[in-house]
C-alpha cells in the first residue's frame, strides 16, 4: 500500500472524531506557517546541510559526516511516535530501507521526542534504520523547520488529545518540526527537500529514492 492511502484513511478517520473548534484552530495554525514565512526558513537545495551527530534508538553516536561519506543520504524528520501520520510515515520508510540500502542510499529519521520513546518505537516496529533523537530540536532549528505552538493550539493538543508535547520530548518549550525530508549528496549539500506545514501529508518514499539514486 502506498503512504498516501494510508495517510488519507488516517484524514478521514480523524476529520469525523476531531471537533469543529479545535480543527479550526489546527487548520489556523496551518495556514498562518504557510503565509508567516515558516515555510521560507527551511533550507532548499543547494544549501550545505547541516551536520550533526545524535543518538540513535541504542545510545549509539550516529554522525551525518560520516553517512554521506558512503553515498547520498536521506534526512527525514518527524514529529514523534505519538503522531499517527509520522508513524504511518516511518514504517513506509522501514519497509523500503532495505531497497534504499541496495542502491547505496543512507536513511535517518529525526524525531524531538524522548529516548525512551525513540527505544519503543524502534524495538516495536522492528526498525531497521538509525531513529535519532533530536534533542529540542536543534537540528530541526538547523534546518528551519522548528515551530512554536501558539496558547490555542497547545490548549487543542492538552485538552482535545491529552498531550503534553514538551514532556514528551522532554524538552524546555512547545517545539515541533514541520515534517520534512531531505536528500544530502556526498558533498553534503542538499538536492531535494519536501517539507509541508500540514503534518497530514507526506512524500512517497518513493519520490526521494528516485532522486538520491540519481546521485
Known amino acids: 500500500m502506498l ?30 506557517l504557510r503565509k508567516n514565512g515558516a ?3 527551511i533550507l532548499k537545495p543547494g ?22 561519506k558512503q553515498g547520498p543520504l ?11 501520520f509520522c508513524a504511518a510515515e516511518v514504517r513506509a520508510l522501514n519497509e523500503v530501507y532495505d531497497q534504499f540500502r541496495e542502491a547505496g542510499i543512507e536513511l535517518v529519521v529525526l524525531s524531538p521526542q524522548s529516548p525512551d520513546s525513540t527505544r519503543k518505537q524502534a ?9 535519532l533523537v533530536d534533542k529540542n530540536n536543534e537540528i530541526g532549528k538547523a534546518f528551519g523547520l522548528v515551530y512554536t505552538f501558539p496558547d490555542d493550539l497547545k490548549d487543542v493538543y492538552s485538552n482535545v488529545f491529552k498531550l503534553d508535547i514538551q514532556a514528551l520530548n ?12 531531505f536528500v544530502i549528496d556526498g558533498s553534503g549539500v542538499i538536492r531535494d527537500a519536501k517539507a509541508d506545514p500540514d503534518y497530514r501529508y507526506r512524500p512517497e518514499p518513493s519520490d526521494v529514492f528516485d532522486i538520491a539514486k540519481k546521485l
Open 74 to 84: 536521506v534526512v527525514s524528520f518527524t514529529r514523534g511516535s505519538w503522531c499517527p
Open 39 to 41: 515555510v521560507d526558513q
Open 123 to 131: 524495538a516495536t516496529g522492528k526498525l531497521k534504520f538509525n531513529l
Open 3 to 32: 503512504l498516501e492511502q494510508t495517510l488519507a484513511g488516517l484524514r478521514d478517520k480523524f476529520a469525523k472524531i476531531i471537533p469543529d473548534s479545535a480543527s479550526a484552530i489546527m487548520e489556523g495554525h496551518i495556514e498562518s
Open 170 to 181: 522532554e524538552a524546555s518549550n512547545w517545539q515541533l518540526p514541520i515534517p520534512a525530508r
Open 47 to 68: 544549501a550545505k546541510a547541516p551536520a550533526f551527530t545524535l543518538k540513535n534508538q541504542h545510545a549509539e553516536d550516529v554522525s551525518s559526516v560520516d553517512l554521506i
